[in-house]
């Protein structure tokens, strides 16, 4: 095997967090899709690749399978660090994961596709209340957030100073998946502009759901 494989999905918030990542490093990769409404991560052939069959799944040159988007971001970091996504020193670097986990650990796990889908199927939740659940947890952590954000010194024209980075990657996947849930963005102008900031930047507009091969 040669070249990079990534098992993904174009609306998937943790397989553009990757994407994003992957260009702003400059590594190219062969796109594979996996319809998740579909059920496409659930055949024999991609659980072969990874049996918890979720999107993304990095598979290396060497044939190694990586999942869990943060995983795969901080192997890229340490395999691949220029451009960075980490600051260089440890506060830097804890306050860049800190904002990351934010997203990655207390929004994404409660707002995922599978959630929803069981909210749906197992306790009869419609089209409204599957909103309004996206929407309360998303602004239990945003709100927060925000705040740290506005506040502290570190903050630049990104989330930590004046380059991208981890946290950035996560912000903008999120704020892409927020707007399918018309989120309102307006208690949050610092994430907004940072955002804004992000969605300049070439690896983060070819990183775009819209733009993949898959995006309907």
């Not at 609306?11 to 553009?16: A, G, H, I, K, L």
């Not at 309102?184 to 940072?194: A, S, V």
């Not at 930047?201 to 775009?208: C, E, K, N, Q």
Request: glycine fraction near 6%; aromatic fraction near 8%.
């Amino acid at each position: 095997m040669s070249g990079l494989v990534l098992h993904n999905y174009f609306r998937s918030s943790t397989s553009y967090r990757v994407r994003i990542a992957l260009a702003m490093k400059g590594l190219p990769y062969e796109y594979v899709a996996h319809h998740l409404r579909h059920g496409g991560h659930r055949k024999a052939s991609y659980l072969s690749i990874n049996p918890q069959g979720l999107v993304p799944a990095l598979v290396l040159e060497d044939g190694t399978m990586l999942a869990q988007s943060m995983a795969i971001l901080e192997y890229l970091e340490e395999t691949h660090p220029k451009p960075p996504l980490l600051p260089t020193d440890p506060k830097g670097r804890a306050r860049v994961r800190m904002l990351s986990d934010m997203i990655a650990c207390d929004i994404h796990p409660v707002n995922n596709l599978r959630v929803l889908n069981a909210l749906r199927s197992r306790y009869g939740a419609d089209d409204t209340e599957i909103a309004n659940w996206f929407r309360h947890w998303v602004n239990e952590t945003f709100a927060p957030l925000e705040q740290m954000l506005a506040h502290d010194r570190q903050t630049g024209t990104f989330c930590h100073g004046h380059t991208p980075g981890m946290a950035d990657i996560c912000l903008v996947a999120q704020v892409a998946n927020n707007a399918r849930f018309n989120v309102d963005m307006t208690p949050y102008p610092t994430i907004g502009r940072i955002r804004d900031a992000c969605m300049e930047l070439p690896a983060f507009i070819d990183a775009a759901p819209q733009k993949q091969p898959d995006a309907e």
